[in-house]
């Protein structure tokens, strides 16, 4: 059931929190992306897991701006079809959302979709302005990862053989 208790102009700013965060972690802005964070949030990130505050928020951003930047660069972080729940307490709220991850390859002058997924975020206003206390990414890299809440009733595909048959069963 729907809890519209949220404020629409609560929901216009959750929605612009969004927008701080992909700014910020797009461009390698790191103060816009701090500024979308709590003191003590978490952040969970498929590949780098879960950290808490804006010490290692920061070194993270930083590890995927500039460890990867080849593959990080030309990003954009789409993030809609929001779902919010107030929780009990006031000013707190679970947003869940789709996220699609769109790149553009610098090198090939292209453009691709790089991910698509669920994100299970934890907002609050405890600190004056909607800020992020929990976010967590669910990138969808197997069939396993999508939510999908009724029956799977498609076959699931075969395994593919092993390619290099020099590397399955080398002979001496």
């Known amino acids: 059931m729907p809890n519209w208790r949220l404020s629409a102009e609560d929901r216009l700013e959750i929605q612009e929190l969004y927008a701080r965060y992909a700014w910020g972690i797009d461009l390698a802005d790191i103060d816009m992306a701090l500024s979308a964070f709590t003191k003590d949030a978490s952040f969970d990130h ?3 897991g879960k950290v808490e505050g804006h010490a290692a928020i920061t070194d993270n951003l930083r590890s995927l701006w500039y460890d990867r930047q080849h593959w990080w660069i030309g990003r ?3 993030m809609n079809t929001f779902v919010m ?3 009990e307490q006031e000013g707190e709220a679970d947003v869940r959302c789709f996220f699609q991850i769109l790149q553009h390859n610098v090198e090939y002058r292209t453009n691709f979709v790089f991910g698509v997924g669920t994100r299970h975020d934890h907002v609050t206003r405890k600190e004056g302005s909607w800020k992020f206390q929990s976010l967590s990414v669910n990138a969808w890299t197997q069939l ?3 939510p999908w809440k009724g029956d799977i009733t498609l ?3 075969p395994k593919a053989p092993n390619s290099n048959p020099d590397k399955a069963g080398a002979r001496s």
């Open 46 to 48: 498929l590949w780098q």
């Open 76 to 78: 954009q972080h789409m």
């Open 85 to 87: 729940q107030e929780r």
């Open 144 to 146: 396993d990862d999508i």
């Open 155 to 157: 076959p699931r595909p």
